[in-house]
Nanobody, 123 residues
């Protein structure tokens, strides 16, 4: 089993930036595409961004394109999400997970989640 620990969230003003980290441990040698998801209060968890194992390809939800950048350091088993130009609607708990492509969407690979990291954007 892969353990996932997210960090880096916090309170930021609109227009600010945050960098999230996801440290993976356990069975990471199989090589997974990884992704970020978020869940706002009262809403379902939604896809944010994904990155292939090599890091050569990245994918974003339409609302995040141009503002968020996903990256990974396989030597450190860590995935990052650089978030710029943050908006109040980005407020959510952010989670990472392995991902698998399903049609035009990305779905979580594991049926469990870490504790997530809270991002709060004030207006």
């Amino acid at each position: 089993q892969v353990q996932l620990v997210e960090s880096g969230g916090g309170l930021v003003q609109a227009g600010g930036s945050l960098r999230l980290s996801c440290a993976a441990s356990g069975r990471t040698s199989l090589g997974y595409a990884m992704g970020w998801f978020r869940q706002a209060p009262g809403k379902e968890r939604e896809f944010v961004a994904a990155i292939t194992w090599s890091g050569g390809n990245t994918y974003y939800a339409d609302s995040e394109k141009g503002r968020f950048t996903i990256s990974r350091d396989n030597a450190k088993n860590t995935v990052y999400l650089q978030m710029n130009s943050l908006k109040p609607e980005d407020t959510a708990v952010y989670y990472c997970n392995g991902v698998i492509r399903g049609g035009n969407s990305w779905n979580p690979l594991f049926d469990y989640w870490g504790q997530g990291t809270q991002v709060t954007v004030s207006s």
